[in-house]
């Protein structure tokens, strides 16, 4: 019997040339074969369901068909607008440079917004998108990684159906993952109105999509091609503050109208080709003055370069005065976390603001084990003690400001599918500067000194949670 266990384990390892080839990050390749080889079968198990890029490569397949031009290109079918390109020539050559930086990075031209609203939390969130879905007129986009089949979700699912009775185009995008709990039959009535439903992924292995990992993690809500909502809330009652286990709830979405709402569209018209195969036709919307340089970043594993990271690492060298930061989870990595105390050297304010609980507490416990370096280096660290914060936003002097669905870990940077919008509004930056005053002092500001002498129990969960992070 022994033999047969150890012959077994020793199959398993069958997994480790197909780790190899992928070439993933040096990181994330040692943390695969640590427990691929110090975990039998259930490392093994783990790597096949977490590990592997078959969403990944069946989604390259799916653009190729999607798309109009080759993957690497700018799309000509976005190309900068000529109001747009005239706004853009008023700024100074650092932030004209800076801007085609972000362009080459995420291969998407920069784009512009006639306006832009930030939304605090869902109590503002919430009534504006149910607003904007009760004057639809041509189609709502809806696409959420988490949709909760409690009160909150079938309060807009009614409001979903309403417009579909009424001829409006609706589609709605959700992660299966995200979503699991979301009951097939609590959208009958939504389909039978003539709403349309996709899982981006689902766990149903008839599709070939039974994948944990590779989540599309996006939050974009797009009405009449006229306005989009872009950040971090999902659908569900816990971002509400109602959930007495998550308690009051942080968080932010941005409202932008204007040429930015094309780029928009495409993310969700791409996401939607790949759950459904189906191409739907554009719908013209009237054009606006541009105001604020806007641009769209798009992170997910068929992205080869990695741009989310490289935008927000761009973002931290173009800072001079100020980097102020909120993100749900903190699991940095080398690149990430380099920047951070590279630009805290040269003398910039960086904060940070992270979660002090969340619903993962492994990525708490990995997080912290990157406090020493941080502080060390002049970064101000923040734990927020009010609830839960679920903001990403990140705050650059007085006039670069980027909100959106990822976190700086290394999900957010390298596996799920994310968007963000940045843009370049003193206005909309200070908004959103006293937005983190306020949740900074509602935090815990970590103490150097205090922190070195936590127990060593601490230390030692720190340690042996550190080595998984590109896992976690």
């Not at 990822?406 to 940077?413: C, E, I, K, T, V």
Request: charged residues 25%; glycine residues 6%.
């Amino acid at each position: 019997m022994k033999t047969v266990l150890a012959l077994s384990y020793f199959a398993t390892w069958v997994a480790i040339p197909h780790l190899l080839f992928l070439k993933k990050r040096p990181a994330a390749t040692l943390a695969w074969l640590w427990a691929i080889i110090f975990i039998p079968f259930l490392g093994t198990l783990v790597y096949c369901l977490f590990g592997t890029d078959r969403l990944k490569r069946l989604r390259l397949k799916q653009r190729a068909r999607f798309s109009a031009w080759p993957l690497g290109q700018l799309s000509p079918a976005s190309a900068t607008d000529q109001e747009t390109a005239d706004l853009i020539e008023t700024l100074s050559g650092r932030e004209r440079q800076f801007l085609q930086l972000l362009s080459r990075i995420n291969q998407l031209p920069v784009s512009s917004a006639a306006a832009l609203r930030i939304l605090r939390d869902a109590k503002e969130f919430y009534p504006a998108l149910e607003e904007r879905i009760r004057h639809a007129e041509h189609h709502v986009h809806l696409e959420f990684y988490l949709w909760r089949d409690d009160d909150t979700g079938r309060r807009f699912l009614r409001l979903l159906t309403e417009a579909a009775q009424r001829g409006v185009n609706v589609r709605l995008l959700l992660d299966g993952v995200g979503s699991f709990g979301l009951r097939r039959k609590r959208l009958t009535d939504f389909r039978a109105a003539g709403g349309k439903f996709a899982w981006f992924q689902s766990l149903d292995p008839k599709r070939g999509r039974f994948v944990l990992n590779l989540r599309n993690h996006r939050k974009l809500q797009i009405i009449d091609s006229a306005v989009a909502f872009v950040g971090g809330m999902n659908i569900g009652r816990e971002y509400e503050g109602l959930d007495p286990e998550f308690g009051h709830w942080s968080d932010v979405q941005v409202e932008a109208t204007g040429s930015v709402v094309w780029e928009l569209q495409e993310v969700f018209a791409d996401d939607w080709f790949f759950a459904t195969g189906e191409k739907f036709p554009e719908h013209a919307a009237p054009a606006l003055r541009p105001v604020y340089p806007t641009h769209v970043v798009v992170g997910g594993a068929d992205r080869a370069n990695e741009p989310m990271s490289k935008s927000v690492v761009s973002l931290l060298h173009e800072s001079t005065t100020r980097v102020w930061i909120a993100t749900g989870y903190f699991v940095p990595d080398d690149v990430l976390l380099a920047a951070l105390e590279l630009t805290a050297n040269r003398g910039v304010d960086v904060r940070l603001l992270v979660a002090a609980k969340n619903d993962y507490p492994a990525l708490v416990i990995a997080g912290r084990s990157y406090y020493d370096e941080l502080l060390a280096a002049g970064v101000r660290v923040f734990e927020y003690t009010a609830g839960t914060n679920h903001a990403k936003i990140v705050v650059a002097d007085d006039q670069w400001a980027m909100v959106g669905s990822a976190n700086l870990d290394y999900r957010s940077m390298r596996l799920n599918f994310e968007l963000d919008l940045l843009f370049r509004s003193p206005e909309h930056n200070s908004a959103l500067a006293r937005i983190l005053e306020h949740d900074f002092a509602l935090s815990q500001e970590i103490d150097p000194t205090v922190f070195a002498g936590r127990p060593i129990s601490r230390k030692w969960a720190e340690a042996a949670l550190r080595p998984l992070s590109p896992m976690l």
